[in-house]
């Protein structure tokens, strides 16, 4: 990134402008704060975004958001939108866990009326949501079955009672994309998944109890059904085996397809087709299967957790979806009255009360976002704005985004030293792993206050309002 300029465009907005390289199509454009662009800068995401800004039908600008780090071909924390009809699709701008999101729960009770049952209620989630690496949940799938969550998503368990029309109103997409096709999922990869929803998974995933810390928005809030001292679950989880077997399997598909449409790369890891030859739509199909996957997976996780609640605090525990947004798809979505495919790879779709694909009930506000911080800090409640259409796509960020490798966090802490210093702060830890509590540690991330400050003063989301955990449970 040294050889090509950045150019300050406004506060936190900066620019490697469209003729920094010849192959470059737009410009590749970041918003970051000073010290958040020093951190960027330590790694390849800079030179993986002006990548990302050669491909073919390109609108607008490529984007990093202030969370931005190095990934697969595409940085993590990146956004780029290409035409439906003349660009390409690349598995590389989704990643390898498809639709992994995030969703936000809301009880009636405060933290003052759970009192010293958090320790419990931790312990019971921890012990009833399988989580691991390979670990497999409660509900067996044959063939029919799976091929329609593949195909219905969440819609499919509210025939089987395990989702309500309530729920489905507050998920993004109502938890189902309409282009899924089971066909396209390959037998590995349906294998990979057939015994994993409702479980959490490994890495960055996890369970979180915790509290409304404070509120920004009153208004705002109040639309979303959260106030102050409310207590909170959070789960971060998504399409597990079956979504990394659908990328792997695409990645090498379209690897050996490029050259049939005459697309040269920088990278590798951009393999990509276009969006209108059967590659391209095959793999949207296998990519929106494995997106109703993932959703289905957190809806029931969700479910776990509120029977965790319910046998916890009875009939005062229920737990009210908030909403439930995803961090990896490309979707397609009209800008400007043009047809798009828009990649988010670590990115959540913000989408301002005026748009059409904002819920009913929180037009006045804006479509609830959730950034889920760091094991120890704090997470937070955005609201999408009507001004993120022509900012970025309607995207924002997706978390804090790390600022070390998994490899370079087990070094620099020690599992038990992590343990040790949450519960100090008073976070009750569940984690079976030492080596992953180490991996997941609050150093090995950015500051999420600052990343959420720049989507904030940017314009492409708005603070409403900032969660505390009291309690984790990591896969």
Same mark, same amino acid.
């Given at each position: ?11 936190m ?24 662009l020093?951190?960027?800068? #330590? ?12 491909? #073919? ?5 490529? !984007? ?89 998503? &969440? ?14 109103e507050?998920?993004?997409a ?24 409702g ?5 960055n ?13 009153e ?20 399409? #597990?085996?079956l ?6 399997? !695409? ?31 095959r ?24 029977k ?32 798009? &495919? ?6 959540? /779709? ?9 819920p009913?009930?929180? /037009? ?15 997470s ?16 924002? &960020?997706?978390?804090?985004?790390r ?5 370079a ?11 040790r ?38 314009g ?7 969660? /505390? ?7």
């Amino acid at each position: 990134m040294a050889s090509l300029a950045l150019r300050k465009r406004g506060e936190m907005t900066w620019e490697v402008t469209a003729d920094a390289r010849p192959d470059m199509r737009v410009p590749a454009r970041l918003y970051a704060d000073e010290k958040l662009l020093d951190a960027i800068r #330590r790694d390849r995401s800079l030179d993986q975004l002006v990548n990302v800004a050669t491909l #073919r039908g390109l609108r607008g600008c490529v !984007y990093a958001m202030p969370d931005v780090h190095e990934g697969y071909g595409f940085p993590v924390g990146g956004v780029a939108a290409t035409d439906a009809r003349t660009g390409v699709i690349s598995p590389g701008g989704v990643g390898y866990d498809i639709n992994c999101g995030v969703r936000l729960l809301a009880a009636e009770v405060t933290a003052d009326d759970v009192g010293g049952r958090v320790e419990g209620i931790v312990h019971d989630l921890a012990r009833s949501i399988p989580s691991g690496q390979g670990r497999g949940g409660a509900l067996s799938l044959d063939d029919e079955e799976l091929d329609r969550v593949l195909e219905e998503g &969440c819609r499919y368990l509210v025939e089987r009672g395990l989702a309500s029309a309530d729920d489905l109103e507050a998920i993004e997409a109502g938890g189902r994309l309409a282009g899924a096709e089971a066909a396209a999922v390959s037998e590995r990869a349906k294998e990979r998944g057939r015994n994993q929803l409702g479980t959490l998974g490994s890495g960055n995933h996890f369970v979180e109890v915790g509290v409304v810390d404070e509120v920004f928005d009153e208004a705002a809030a109040a639309a979303f059904g959260l106030r102050a001292r409310q207590v909170t679950l959070l789960i971060h989880s998504g399409s #597990r085996g079956l979504g990394h077997q659908v990328c792997t399997d !695409y990645v090498k598909l379209m690897d050996r397809v490029m050259a049939r449409y005459d697309i040269v790369l920088p990278d590798r890891e951009l393999a990509c087709a276009p969006l209108d030859s059967p590659e391209g739509q095959r793999y949207f199909a296998a990519m929106s299967a494995a997106g109703n996957f993932a959703w289905s997976n957190r809806q029931l996780i969700a479910e776990g957790g509120r029977k965790v609640f319910r046998r916890a605090l009875g009939g005062a525990g229920a737990l009210r979806l908030v909403y439930d947004v995803a961090h990896n798809l490309a979707k397609l979505e009209e800008h400007d009255g043009v047809r798009l &495919c828009v990649h988010r790879k670590g990115a959540t /779709r913000a989408f301002g009360p005026s748009h059409p694909e904002t819920p009913a009930r929180y /037009r006045g506000a804006g479509q609830p976002v959730i950034i889920p911080g760091s094991m120890g800090t704090a997470s937070y409640v955005l609201a999408g704005t009507d001004a993120a259409l022509g900012l970025s796509f309607g995207s924002t &960020c997706h978390g804090a985004g790390r600022a070390m490798s998994r490899t370079a966090a087990r070094r620099a802490a020690k599992g038990q030293d992590v343990r040790r210093e949450l519960e100090g702060a008073g976070i009750v830890v569940r984690c079976a792993s030492a080596g992953e509590l180490a991996e997941e540690a609050p150093i090995a991330y950015k500051d999420v206050d600052r990343v959420v400050n720049v989507v904030h003063e940017v314009g492409i989301a708005r603070k409403v309002a900032r969660l /505390r955990p009291l309690g984790v449970v990591k896969g």
